[in-house]
């Protein structure tokens, strides 16, 4: 059974940074691709961030220009580094992967097979 573990998150001030982190398991992580989405209270889960096989990364309007995503094959780990953190990026952060290195649309959570549990991120201002 895959298994994704995130860990990271936790209470910040406005512009502070957070490296997230999401351990896979019982996977062949490398032919896959992950992503990030994160949901707010009373909103609908949202797309952050996604990586392909070949690392390369593509991000939601929110998230460009200041989060990267990145995965490291070896520790079957995908990151989300999110500096200059805002209170509006308050949410929990979720790890998805896809059984495919070239996820479309890699946007829609419905596309992704394995999620986890999620990790609370809090910024106040």
């Known amino acids: 059974q895959v298994q994704l573990l995130e860990t990271g998150g936790g209470s910040v001030q406005s512009g502070d940074s957070v490296l997230l982190s999401c351990v896979a398991s019982n996977v062949t992580f490398e032919t896959h691709s992950w992503a990030w989405f994160r949901q707010a209270a009373g909103k609908e889960r949202e797309f952050v961030a996604h990586?392909?096989?070949?690392?390369?990364?593509w991000y939601a309007d929110s998230a460009k220009g200041r989060f990267r995503i990145s995965r490291d094959n070896a520790e079957k780990t995908v990151r989300l580094y999110m500096p200059s953190l805002r209170p509006e990026d308050t949410a929990i952060y979720y790890c998805a992967g896809a059984r495919t290195g070239r996820l479309w649309p890699y946007w829609q959570s419905s596309k992704y097979d394995y999620w986890g549990q999620g990790t609370q991120v809090t910024v106040s201002s």
């Open positions: 990586i392909t096989q070949g690392a390369n990364g």
